[in-house]
């Protein structure tokens, strides 16, 4: 599968700060997606892309689908110690795998009071 | 609604052992899919299904077998495990649109192969 490349890795921030994180890849995706996983649970889907150019909020996140249909950034604003988790963004291409989901290897939020 | 289920939560192998993890949902989705997921890896597809009856392979299918044999199942073996096989193993489930639809995921099944 294509590996998208997410960077940061990691990121430990504190309360009230505002995050981002991106995702990009050397080939084109028809869906962006943003999933959190928290501690020994599966991923949650956060926000889905459509159309290239998209921005879309939900509640303090807003994603944006990159114009080129290649990358793919999640900002988080006023971040909360609820926030702490993996983040994973995933790039799904078309129905030859099956709809499966290409991710990337996850940045890791830490949020201090 | 329960949506993605997996048993067992948690297991531990011999090299050499056989097990079949177990995925269920009641969403009445057509598609199926196993992923494992390793530290510093994210998440890596090892077969999927399409549909009752079909299964295909994934990134990274060697070691491991699938079976749908009922549409709200989607069964996960291996039959000789490896030390490589350590891993946490999700599966998640779609409905046949795919492509506007999002996947959900069970809770993960943490295996460890000593």
């Known amino acids: 599968g294509q590996q998208l490349n997410q960077s940061p890795q990691s990121m430990f921030i504190q309360e009230g700060e505002d995050v981002s994180m991106n995702c990009t890849s050397s080939?084109?995706?028809?869906?962006w997606l943003w999933y959190k996983q928290d501690p020994g649970e599966g991923p949650v889907l956060l926000i889905a892309?459509?159309?290239?150019?998209e921005l879309t909020s939900n509640g303090r996140l807003t994603a944006q689908f990159g114009i080129t249909r290649k990358d793919s950034f999640l900002n988080i604003s006023a971040s909360i110690p609820s926030d702490v988790g993996i983040y994973f963004c995933?790039?799904?291409?078309?129905?030859?795998?099956?709809?499966?989901?290409?991710f990337g290897k996850g940045t890791s939020l830490l949020v201090t009071p | 609604n329960a949506g993605v289920t997996q048993t067992p939560k948690f297991r531990v192998l011999k090299t050499g052992q056989s097990m079949t993890l177990l995925c269920a949902q009641d969403?009445?989705?057509?598609?199926m899919y196993w992923y494992r997921q390793d530290p510093g890896m994210g998440l890596r597809l090892i077969h999927y299904?399409?549909?009752?009856?079909?299964?295909a392979k994934g990134e990274v299918p060697d070691g491991y077998n699938v079976s749908r044999l009922k549409k709200q199942n989607f069964l996960l073996g291996l039959e000789s495990a490896a030390p490589s096989q350590t891993s946490v193993y999700f599966c998640?489930?779609?409905?046949?649109?795919?492509?506007?639809?999002?996947?959900?995921f069970g809770p993960g099944t943490r295996l460890l192969v000593l």
């Open positions: 998640a489930s779609s409905s046949l649109a795919g492509f506007e639809e999002t996947q959900y």
């Open positions: 080939s084109i995706f028809n869906t």
């Open positions: 892309l459509y159309k290239a150019g």
């Open positions: 995933a790039g799904l291409k078309d129905s030859n795998s099956g709809y499966a989901l290409n």
């Open positions: 969403m009445n989705h057509e598609y």
């Open positions: 299904s399409v549909g009752e009856g079909t299964t």
